[in-house]
């Protein structure tokens, strides 16, 4: 479980400013664990403002939404820029399918960090191919805590860390869901690959 670093200490209010990243495949529980600490954050009155890339569509236009459907607000931008004008005065700064933006968002993540605000992103850290997603590794480096979840392999039930992709298109970006990926274990990734 991972322990909040700012929750509670109001005497560190703009001071405590730092990056969190939740990365893993698909179906590991990365939305539930952003929506868990946003969740939390509100719970303690901070303020918090929600983001998700525009492309990301698939099952609300404004909510962020995990597979077990989970939901809170957010706001969909197309640029990472666009982050720096809208998160305003708020404290706590919460973005989904990070792996989405452009390679700004590292700039973005540090500038909003340096501004004292906690930002959590949660993205994949690999594509179909098993390649980084770009921009994860970058985000990966500069954060201060990281936090990797695992889905369970729908071939073998071991732990997965990898998204397989059911269908032929080689197309980086192909939005979906259980209709065209499923999460693997390594051995059953390249098993089929
Ligand atoms: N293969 C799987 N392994 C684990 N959870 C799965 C799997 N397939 C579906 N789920 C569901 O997905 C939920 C996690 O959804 P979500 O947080 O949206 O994941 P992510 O954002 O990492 O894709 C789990 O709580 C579970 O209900
Ligand atoms: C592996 C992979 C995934 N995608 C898409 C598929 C989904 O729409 C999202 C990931 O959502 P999740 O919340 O992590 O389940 O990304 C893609 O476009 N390209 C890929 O290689
Ligand atoms: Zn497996």
Redesign the pocket.
Known sequence: MFIEPSIGQSSLKGKNGHVEVICGS??SG??EELIRRLNRALIARQKVEIFKPAV?K?YHDFDVVS?NENTIRSTPVQFANDILLLAGNCEVVGID?V?FFDNQIVNVANILAKSGKRVIMAG?D????GHP?EPMPQLLAIAEYVTKVHAICMKCGALASY?Y?LSEGKD??????KD??EARCRRCFYEDK
């Open positions: 698909m179906f990365k939305t990301d698939r597979h399918e792996q994949l690999m594509d179909f191919e997603f998204s992709r980086k970006v192909m939005l979906g869901e065209i990926y």
